[in-house]
């Protein structure tokens, strides 16, 4: 069974860094891409940033030159850097694998709380 954990979330002000993992346990990154999404109180949620199992990546604009995602293929682990963090991160980051033909999202991690103050 897939299981994804995250971790290293937490409390920084605004302009600090933070950096997410989520381990993949019995999941393989050969076809299908990995993502972090986030869901900030009264939002809904949205996608922060995907990588392909091919190598090409995508971010929201609003994060673009702030975060990096990548690829820990040693130890199986999704990464993502938050550098210039803006009150406006704060959410619940959530990693996420897709599977199967299409390559829908279907494993969720529990979500890491990010919380960035002024």
């Not at 933070?18 to 939002?43: D, E, I």
Request: charged content about 15%; aromatic content about 12%; glycine content about 10%.
């Amino acid at each position: 069974q897939v299981q994804l954990m995250e971790s290293g979330g937490g409390s920084v002000q605004a302009g600090g860094s933070l950096k997410l993992s989520c381990v993949a346990h019995n999941y393989m990154f050969t076809r299908c891409s990995m993502a972090w999404y986030r869901q900030a109180p009264g939002k809904e949620r949205e996608l922060v940033s995907d990588i392909s199992a091919f190598g090409p990546t995508t971010y929201r604009d609003s994060v673009k030159g702030r975060f990096t995602i990548s690829l820990d293929n040693a130890d199986n682990t999704l990464l993502l850097q938050m550098n210039n963090l803006k009150v406006d991160d704060t959410a619940v980051y959530y990693c996420a694998a897709g599977w199967g033909y299409e390559c829908n999202y279907n494993y969720w991690g529990q979500g890491t709380q990010v919380t960035v103050s002024s």
